[in-house]
T-cell receptor, first 114, second 115 residues
């Protein structure tokens, strides 16, 4: 009964490769997010989608491209991976609008670029 | 722009004692949410407690309670009867009540619980 799931949980790859991380939520939420957590544990928002529409697009290299095929899924594709992309990536979801409060997080994907 | 500041990178507490983690934020808005999240070594982000800014009463959840001072823009977390399982990173977060769906997180406080 996982609320927010991510695959894979671990990803080890070489510089220059392209990889994707998938996220799915079964909470019926309208809004989904991608965060990057660096080695110092700083949590930085990258993107947010509301009902498949991009609503938050922070200063992120355009090698990162989110895709939301439906409101329950938000995937993250990364092209030409670099060493600095190594981090834990979290997917999260929350309800819409004034009824929206806390975010529900996935388990995270630890990406290691060698 | 809204910001969230956690000035304590690390705190320690003896088991069964009480500890308070600090959080301050900066906003010109009057309606917003504040949260404390816990991230244990498993790295799963877990909601600890939530506070709506329009509520004067401080939120409590079992051993966890907050001291919300709206005028001072302060939102501290008190953990009573600390347990070994409370050891984790704690993040303070802010979100506007309406409009933007952006959550802003502090830099975190690592809590160590000493047996």
């Amino acid at each position: 009964d996982t609320a927010v799931s991510q695959t894979p949980k671990y990803l080890v790859t070489q510089m220059g490769n392209d990889k994707s991380i998938k996220c799915e939520q079964n909470l019926g939420h309208d809004t989904m997010y991608w965060y990057k957590q660096d080695s110092k544990k700083f949590l930085k928002i990258m993107f947010s989608y509301n009902n498949k529409e991009l609503i938050i697009n922070e200063t992120v290299p355009n090698r990162f491209s989110p895709k939301s095929p439906d409101k329950a899924h938000l995937n993250l594709h990364i092209n030409s991976l670099e060493l600095g992309d190594s981090a834990v990536y979290f997917c999260a979801s929350s309800p819409l609008g004034v009824n929206g409060h806390e975010q529900y997080f996935g388990p995270g994907t630890r990406l290691t670029v060698t | 722009a809204q910001t969230v500041t956690q000035s304590q990178p690390e705190m320690s507490v003896q088991e069964a004692e009480t500890v308070t983690l600090s959080c301050t934020y900066d906003t010109s808005e009057s309606d917003y949410y504040l949260f404390w999240y816990k991230q244990p070594p498993s790295r799963q982000m877990i909601l600890v407690i939530r506070q709506e800014a329009y509520k004067q009463q401080n939120a409590t959840e079992n051993r966890f309670s907050v001291n919300f001072q709206k005028a001072a823009k302060s939102f501290s977390l008190k953990i009573s009867d600390s347990q070994l399982g409370d050891a984790a990173m704690y993040f303070c977060a802010y979100r506007l009540y309406s409009g933007t769906y952006k959550y802003i997180f502090g830099t975190g406080t690592r809590l160590k619980v000493l047996a």
